[in-house]
């Protein structure tokens, strides 16, 4: 095993050493089985790194299967953004394949049920099916349905097939227990009658459709999943998905193994939630660059491998916990650090006017791309008589530990010189607009002579620099567990984007390609966005804050 490997070990693949050790298995296959019913998410995404992961790692497989056998929500768009989010993440599937594609032999299936005495045709109202279904403290009363004999069975469940009753007038259901303590083996349904409905992938060739505890066991035998991982809440349906397969004629039983879920904090994750904040525009798509979606996040400009590395991180337990934000923040820095250019952007801009600097003047200076890292080269910047300063690196007067630009103090241009504030100018109603200065021509790349001058800000030409838009991100609610108390609505953080229209970045990012990552100095990691802005300028989002702004 590989160092990488055995800091991945969880308890998973302990399961699978040991099946492989005693010959239970000779390879491993695993699958991915969402619904196309909305965007992934960050959640799905540890279940892709834990299944896509497995299957690299022990030179198995793992298949993309559309778990598809719900047509009222499901759609060809989610299909596709799936697949381009998979493939985004870096992983490749073994087999493509959708639940709806079984449909036939799960009906045969449910043939051989009812044929041996396993299944039946019942007519109770979904009302009275709860009715007898009992309690957790209570066992369950048996359909009056339920001895029927095989040959009505059989030719009820055709008519389900054909057309003949309408939604809700009969189900098929198993015959197991109704007396059993685990009220997912009370005989639970296995098809129902929906009409009028145009799936997906098989149009309106069906009026019957199959249950995802009956689906789900069954797909996953026929593609020979030896595997089957999926989250806690279906660790009391695994008796059921057990039951289908020790009584339909079908060689291979995969293992059910159940593990935690990912619940992040400050954000929401159940589809039914995210297709709310979609349809009703609280956010502006999937891809919101606040959605934790895997499209948001990656228009946000996270990586890939960010997020992959996040999944290993926080590892795969059968404990159920919720990770705080700044763990995911921690890898997208960690990710950015090392590989993410230099730039410098002003955000608030305060005019600087260096009175000694000729009019007209544009000096070419060189900027490294990297403080660490000069195999990533330069570029060149901008350098003229009037600049853009950020108006909180400007003070008229402060103590020492400010060490950025005060009235008559001096400090650093990053990447050009040393510069003195003289005097302010200001405006009728007495707002600072401008700063003249002095600088000093001695101080490029070297220090002055005789004095220290400990702060470093920077700066943009003012000429010469972009106008650009930022956009920066805040959590999209306002409480950790959105929804805890009522409605998760009324928890939406009402400042969660904060858009910088009279942003000024330095000349050279005209050049940056949508979807580029930088490290704007001293104020986080931004991407820039895949759309420009109305007026054309380009848009840059924030990925994340930085940890600490450097100092002098
Ligand atoms: P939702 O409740 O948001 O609709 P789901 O579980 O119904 O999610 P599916 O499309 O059925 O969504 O999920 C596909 C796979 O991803 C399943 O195996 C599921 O267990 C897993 N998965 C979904 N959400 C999470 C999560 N938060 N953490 C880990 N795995 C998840
Ligand atoms: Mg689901």
């Not at 399961?15 to 089985?33: M, N, Y």
């Not at 608030?348 to 791309?369: A, D």
């Not at 853009?388 to 060490?403: G, H, L, P, S, V």
């Amino acid at each position: 095993m590989s160092d990488e490997k055995a800091a991945r070990s969880n308890f998973i693949r302990q399961i699978i050493d040991a099946d492989l050790a005693s010959g239970k298995h000779q390879t491993v296959r695993t699958r991915f089985p969402p619904e196309p019913n909305g965007f992934l998410h960050i959640g799905h995404a540890k279940s892709i790194v834990l299944n896509f992961g497995i299957a690299q790692d022990y030179n198995g497989s793992c298949n993309l299967r559309f778990d598809d056998t719900n047509p009222a929500k499901e759609e060809d768009r989610f299909v596709a953004a799936i697949e381009e989010d998979v493939r985004w993440l870096g992983y490749q599937w073994h087999e493509l394949h959708f639940a709806s594609d079984y449909f036939e032999q799960l009906y045969d299936y449910a043939v051989e049920l009812i044929e041996k005495g396993k299944a039946f045709v019942c007519d109770l109202s979904a009302e009275q099916v709860r009715e007898y279904r009992g309690t957790l403290t209570e066992p369950g009363r048996e359909s009056p349905y339920r001895n029927r004999s095989v040959e009505e069975n059989l030719d009820l469940f055709r008519r389900m097939r054909e057309g003949e009753f309408p939604d809700g007038s009969r189900t098929l259901r198993a015959r197991i227990d109704m007396a059993s303590p685990n009220i997912n083996l009370r005989d639970p349904a296995l098809y129902r009658i929906r009409h009028g409905l145009i799936h997906h992938q098989t149009g309106d060739a069906w009026c019957i459709y199959p249950m995802y505890d009956y689906t789900h066991p069954i797909s996953d035998a026929l593609e020979g999943i030896t595997h089957s991982l999926c989250t806690l809440e279906f660790e009391d349906h695994r008796p059921l998905y057990d039951w289908v397969l020790d009584n339909i004629s079908i060689d291979c039983h995969p293992q059910q193994i159940e593990f935690a879920r990912l619940n992040l904090e400050y954000t929401v994750m159940s589809k039914r939630r995210l297709t709310q904040l979609v349809e009703e525009g609280h956010v502006s798509g999937w891809d919101d660059p606040r959605m934790p979606t895997i499209a948001g996040l990656r228009r946000r400009g996270y990586t890939p491998a960010a997020i992959r590395e996040f999944c290993d991180r926080i590892g795969v337990t059968k404990a159920d916990s919720t990770v705080h934000m700044g763990m995911l923040e921690a890898t997208i820095r960690d990710d950015l650090d090392p590989t993410a250019p230099r730039r410098m952007a002003v955000l608030r801009p305060l005019k600087l006017v260096i009175t000694n600097y000729p009019e007209g003047q544009v000096e070419t200076l060189q900027g490294p791309n990297h403080p660490k890292d000069e195999s990533m080269g330069s570029r060149e910047l901008r350098f003229t008589r009037e600049i853009w300063i950020d108006r909180e690196d400007f003070r008229e007067q402060a103590n020492k530990k400010y060490k950025r630009l005060v009235l008559g103090g001096e400090v650093r241009l990053r990447n050009a010189y040393v510069v003195r504030a003289d005097e302010v100018v200001r405006d009728e109603a007495g707002e600072i607009v401008e700063i003249h200065a002095t600088y000093d021509p001695e101080t490029l790349g070297r220090n002055p002579e005789g004095r220290k001058v400990r702060g470093v800000i920077h700066w943009v030409s003012a000429s010469e620099g972009l106008p650009a838009q930022v956009r920066l991100y805040d959590r999209l609610f306002r409480v950790p567990t959105p929804g805890k108390e009522g409605d998760f609505l009324a928890d939406l953080n009402p400042d969660s984007l904060q858009i910088v229209d009279e942003a000024v970045v330095e000349p050279s990012l005209a050049g940056a390609e949508m979807g580029e990552r930088f490290q704007f100095e001293r104020e986080g990691y931004f991407c820039r966005d895949i759309e420009d802005a109305e007026d054309d300028r380009p848009v840059f989002n924030q990925i994340v804050s930085l940890r600490d702004s450097w100092g002098g």
